[in-house]
Structure formats: C-alpha cells, structure tokens
C-alpha cells in the first residue's frame, strides 16, 4: 500500500474551516485515500474515503487532486471536539486488511 | 448505534503472566482485528480473524496469540507478558472484505506489563 505524508500538526480557530492535506504520490489506481481520526483515549474514528471524485458526508469533505497524488479533507465549521489526531490511509481494494495508520496530522482547534 | 467495546481500559500485569484481552462487536461483522498502538509507529496489526474459528497473522504477531470462538467476540491473549508489550491495544470489526469496508474500532486498552 502507498505510504502518506501529513504536516505533524496544525491550528484552527473554532467555527473556521479545517483543511488537513495529504500527499500520496506513489497511489496507483486501485487505492482509495480513507480519513480516520481519533481522539485522545479512544479508538480511531471513521470520517470519509473517496477513489477520484470529490466527495461530502455529514462530518467533512475529501477532495482528490485529478492525479490522485494528495488529498485535502476539510472540516467545514471546526468545532472544540474536533481537536483530535486525523489519519490519511490509502488501502488497496483487495487488501482488506491493511490500514497503514502514520503518525497523522494532531490538529488543535483554538476557542 | 454501532459498537465495539473491550473488556478493560487500563490493565496491570507482571512479567510473565497470562494475559486475555477481550473484544465483543454487535454488528454481526465478519472481519475482527487486532492492533497495538505505540508512539511514533501508528497502528501495527497484530492478527485478524474473517470467520469464526479462522485467523490470520499480521504484521507483528510475535508473543500473540487469537481466539473467535463466536462471531461477535475475538480475544487477544499474551501466553507470557513482557515489559515490550506495553502498550494500547484496539481491536476493530468490519463487514466481508471490499473496497467499503470501514473498520470500526473499541475504545483501546492500556495494558503495562511491570
């Protein structure tokens, strides 16, 4: 599975967009990019996944350059809650079983 | 509401003590996973399991052994505890392999082995 590279932290003001990038230059076709995030003292958080179209759910946004090489997941009105280490994973479809979770991206959130 | 819970959050043991760690989904998924957590190296899978009764290794399995006797539980067991076992520990379920499968995890447990 391709390996990803994230900033180690990053800030938000409360009720600002959150905007966590992701570079997964070495993707090939049959990867999809998953976000998880967790928050201290628990269990990791599905957010989102996505192949090559830009997708939206009730927690975030991914978007997926035209060369799949990185991705951005956006927090749209970042909350006090949010403050949380986010995981970017890309996984083969046929590896089920192979999530690859980095050192991910501590974001703080700012009242 | 979907849920994945273990047995303890914080547990202590001493050097070479049987250990069992506990995990129970109630939403009847196949898939059941074992990981340990340690700072600066992410999650490292330890076994997996795709039925009852069946388990696979992963990327650590050294010093780990498994057991799914029943669909919704699958235990974690540590034959000889060692202080390099330290660590948290998250079990996670999923539904049949495919490219959807999100992993649901428990809520981790701290295990210090003194």
């Known amino acids: 599975d391709a390996k990803t590279t994230q900033p180690t932290s990053m800030d938000c003001a409360e009720g600002r967009a959150a905007n966590l990038p992701c570079n997964h230059s070495t993707i090939s076709g049959n990867e999809y990019v998953y976000w998880y995030r967790q928050i201290h003292s628990q269990g990791p958080q599905y957010i989102i996944h996505g192949l090559k179209n830009n997708e939206t759910n009730e927690m975030a946004s991914l978007i997926i350059t035209e060369d799949r090489k990185s991705s951005t997941l956006i927090l749209p009105h970042a909350t006090l809650r949010d403050t949380a280490v986010y995981y970017c994973?890309?996984?083969?479809?046929?590896?089920?079983?192979?999530?690859?979770f980095g050192s991910g991206t501590k974001l703080n959130v700012k009242p | 509401d979907v849920k994945v819970t273990q047995s303890s959050r914080y547990l202590v043991k001493r050097t070479g003590e049987k250990v069992f760690l506990e995990c129970v989904q109630d939403?009847?998924?196949?898939?059941m996973f074992w990981y340990r957590q340690d700072p600066g190296l992410g999650l490292r899978l330890i076994y997996f399991s795709y039925d009852v009764k069946m388990k696979e290794k992963g990327d650590i399995p050294e010093g780990y052994s498994v057991s799914r006797e029943k669909k919704e539980r699958f235990s974690l067991i540590l034959e000889s505890a060692s202080t390099n076992q330290t660590s948290m520990y998250l079990c996670?379920?999923?539904?049949?392999?495919?490219?959807?499968?999100?992993?649901?995890f428990g809520p981790g447990t701290r295990l210090t082995v003194l």
């Open positions: 996670a379920s999923s539904l049949l392999a495919g490219s959807y499968n999100e992993q649901f």
């Open positions: 939403m009847d998924h196949e898939n």
């Open positions: 994973i890309v996984r083969a479809t046929y590896n089920f079983n192979k999530f690859y």
